[in-house]
């Protein structure tokens, strides 16, 4: 009797042992295993930047599963970098959605760290709720008054005077006074937030978006190897009424700073006649993946002063994403900056759905370019994505043509 049970029991160790050795594991240079994870809840403000700072981010201990990670026995460094979200709290559950996305994807493997910024404080239901769906430290900051809210330099009657006529000619978040706060914040002031000062990435995600495909490989470990500054998904043409003099500011702070522009930018992503306009292309900011310290930098603090002193983010509605790009796309070279195109991706109304059918059946991407409601934007006429190819010179992927 005693020989049957220890026949039965040696029988399940074998299976058991035998199943973890032959589990597939994907082993690339920015793969890990599972790490631990530990949450920092309820900070917000000065505390957030004193919790956050306190989080050693970068020396978490690979755990072995399986025969198969002895090849990466070595403590697997993460980069420093963060997740990072605004977000109101009656914007939980959408973001929740989106969390559960990337943990899903992406950062089960990697426990990064999340970063949420708010400019009310976040209730307690809002940070124990998130807290229990990543897997790296969540950490919760409040957005100072003096960085969401009107600059004193700006005219408060002429600023509403465009909201009424924005609002009669029908313009998106036309007559919003916290839209412009919001893309004024994400223009000048989140890489200033104590909370990001341990960290050189971040990953911008928003409430309601779609990962459609598996991401087997360290995003952020990519960025710092291939020594790229900015990364994006999608991107298209800004509406025209929104930033009537954002390439004349432009152009007048590049004219007396042409020190800051890189011999080898993005000029021709941007413009049509080497500069003489601003042919509207931007990335879409609400993905992106990109370098603090490129913010952080001189020419970028001065050039988002320049714009802020000239109140385009209240007389007109200058958004954060042309902001950006028009940033990137000037004092970066060209070959910081990166185009995700294996990066599923969603943001009511767009997608970016891997180009290749090999590609998307390796990724288990849910997108179908093929299908109406995720069909593959990046070739489509509105946006942007094949300028960026030219401007790079890149050869386009496998079948692009049948998805314009
Ligand atoms: N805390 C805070 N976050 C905001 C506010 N307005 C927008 N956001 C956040 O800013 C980002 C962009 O806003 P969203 O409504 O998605 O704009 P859209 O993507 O341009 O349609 C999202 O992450 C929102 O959660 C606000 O008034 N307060
Ligand atoms: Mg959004």
Redo the contacts with the bound molecule.
């Keep these: 009797m005693r020989i049957m049970r220890f026949l039965v029991v040696a029988t399940l160790l074998i299976v058991v042992v035998y199943r973890l050795s032959t589990e597939r594991v994907n082993i690339t240079d920015y793969v890990t295993k599972s790490t631990s994870s530990t949450q920092v809840k309820g900070t917000s403000g000065a505390l957030a930047s004193a919790a956050a700072k306190k989080l050693d981010a970068n020396k978490d201990q690979v755990v072995m599963k399986s025969e198969n990670d002895k090849a990466l026995s070595a403590p697997y460094e993460k980069a420093s970098a963060t997740f990072v ?4 709290n009656s ?1 939980l559950w959408d ?1 929740i959605d989106s969390i559960r996305m990337v943990e899903d994807r992406f950062n089960h493997r990697y426990h990064y760290d999340w970063v949420f ?4 404080e976040f209730t307690e239901e809002f940070k124990d709720t998130i807290s229990r769906y990543v897997s790296g430290k969540a950490t919760f900051g409040l ?1 100072p008054k003096e960085h969401w809210g009107f600059p004193e330099w700006i005219d408060k009657e002429k600023a509403a005077l465009v909201r009424e006529q924005m609002r009669n000619d029908k313009v998106i ?1 036309g007559d919003s006074i ?2 412009r ?2 893309c004024r914040y ?1 223009s000048g002031f989140f890489w200033r937030h104590p909370a990001l000062d341990p960290y050189k990435f971040y990953w911008r995600v ?3 978006i779609k990962l459609f495909c598996d991401i087997d490989y360290d995003v952020f470990k990519f960025m710092e190897e291939k020594k790229l500054k900015y990364g994006f998904t999608i991107s298209l043409y800004e509406y025209e009424t929104t930033i009537k003099t954002l390439w004349k500011t432009t152009k007048e702070f590049i004219d007396a700073n042409p020190q800051y522009v890189s011999p080898n930018s993005l000029m021709d992503f941007i413009s049509d006649d080497k500069g003489e306009t601003y042919n509207r292309c931007h990335f879409w900011s ?1 993905f992106e993946v990109a370098s603090l310290d490129f913010w952080r930098g001189e020419a970028y603090q001065k050039y988002f002063e320049h714009l802020d002193k000239a109140g385009g983010f209240f007389y007109e509605r200058w ?1 954060d994403a042309p902001v950006h790009s028009l940033a990137a796309s000037l004092f970066l070279d060209k070959d910081e900056v990166h185009y995700f195109q294996d990066i599923g991706y969603w ?2 109304p767009f997608s970016n759905c891997p180009t290749e059918k090999e590609e998307r059946l390796r990724l288990k991407c849910t997108c179908n370019p093929a299908r109406d409601h995720d069909n593959n934007f990046t070739w489509k006429d509105y946006s942007c994505t094949p300028k960026f190819f030219n401007a790079k010179g890149l050869q386009r992927p496998k079948g692009w043509e049948d998805q314009t």
């Design positions: 979200s605004l977000a109101r914007d973001l910024l708010n400019d009310d957005i978040y916290p839209y706060h919001m994400e928003e409430p309601h609400n958004g943001h009511n």
